[in-house]
């Protein structure tokens, strides 16, 4: 019977977070387990950073944006003796083993660690970007997807009162799911994702073909990993992060002069930028966290390790952190249909 175990956010913030930690904290007092809180995620790990966490400590953050413990992007597997100093922190702090909360880089670590070292982990799904396979939702997609929403409802009356055209980029480097949703949510007219290359050219004839039948504005919701179909344009290179990832963003802002060139409609470029990732969970966030939360410390309060806990419909189901992990979870063809529907 587990005992005593860690907890730690890894990755982006995203709302929803402190609902998942509190929720592990209350869970596991009920099962009179001890809970260790991890400072800035896999670092904290390595440094061996940690804080007794408890009902009274964890009390009031249901609400809070952000993550109460930090977190950073830190990858253990990668760091010197990293695979080593994960297991040294379970020894130093007695842990029997950890629950990570966190999206693809950080699960992917975890489930190297699982798999191929035998470090005990539950995974908990957590990206705005809902990228992840096993879980039909991922925590703060919601919240994250409201803001989109509410911005796109914003931009048509300043659209419609200066007949322009308006484009949001937000965010969803590898997939299109805040786009597609807040696009058909909100009524865009355009929508480009990386899971669809675009023509130029096709979304330009497209924007005067709306204004030829009396339409005075349009908005283009485009993701910030949106590509040209290939052949078509030429993208400006990104500058690349530590991970020797780019550094996306300001797809719209290359792409707005070329439409106001091509169509001769005025074009405006808003971006949402990090706006998406916080502030106040809403609703459904703080109900999956809380789910998600409990559900992950059963798991190991059962011993069951090596696994991420998701939705399924209304269902919580443990998956294989291999699953999870293996392939990202994009927009399905259908899905995008239905958005196709409603452009123009």
């Keep these: 019977m587990t005992a005593r175990i860690g907890v730690l956010t890894g990755g982006g913030d995203c709302p929803g977070l402190n609902a998942v930690i509190r929720a592990v904290v209350r869970r596991a007092e009920s099962y009179s387990m001890g809970v260790l809180g991890f400072r800035n995620g896999w670092r904290g790990v390595l440094d061996y950073a940690a804080e007794p966490l408890t009902q009274t400590s964890t009390r009031g953050i249901l609400h809070r944006g952000g993550t109460m413990l930090g977190t950073s992007r830190t990858d253990p597997v990668a760091a010197p003796d990293g695979v080593e100093r994960v297991r040294e922190a379970l020894e130093v702090h007695r842990l029997d083993g950890l629950v990570v909360i966190g999206g693809e880089g950080t ?122 179909a290939a052949g078509t344009l030429d993208l400006p290179e990104y500058d690349l992060d530590e991970f020797g990832r780019p550094r996306l963003g300001g797809i719209a802002a290359f792409l707005g002069p070329l439409i106001e060139e091509r169509t001769g409609f005025p074009t405006r470029v808003t971006i949402l930028g990090h706006v998406q990732r916080g502030g106040t969970p809403n609703a459904f966030d703080r109900v999956l966290g809380s789910t998600l939360g409990v559900a992950a410390t059963d798991c190991a309060q059962r011993g069951e390790w090596g696994r991420m806990v998701g939705m399924r419909g209304n269902a919580v189901a443990a998956v294989p952190l291999a699953r999870a992990t293996g392939e990202l979870k994009t927009v399905p063809a259908a899905m995008y249909e239905v958005a196709e529907v409603f452009f123009g």
Excluded at 118 to 143: A, H, R
Excluded at 164 to 189: C, F, K, S
Excluded at 191 to 209: G, Q, S
Aim: some cysteine; overall charge negative.
């Design 107 to 228: 699960l992917s670590a975890a489930r190297v660690l699982s798999e191929e070292h035998g470090v005990p982990i539950v995974g908990v799904p957590k990206t705005i970007d809902n990228d992840l396979s096993g879980t039909q939702f991922t925590i703060g997609f919601s919240t994250a997807l409201d803001i989109a929403t509410e911005a796109v409802d914003r931009l048509h009356s300043t659209a419609e009162s200066h007949n322009r055209v308006m484009l949001l980029e937000v965010m969803g480097r590898h997939v299109g799911w805040i786009a597609t949703y807040a696009g058909i949510a909100g009524g865009a007219d355009a929508i480009l994702v990386p899971e669809h290359p675009f023509d130029l050219d096709r979304v330009c004839r497209h924007l005067r073909r709306r204004h030829g039948t009396g339409r005075t504005f349009s908005i283009v919701v485009i993701a910030e990993g949106a590509v040209p």
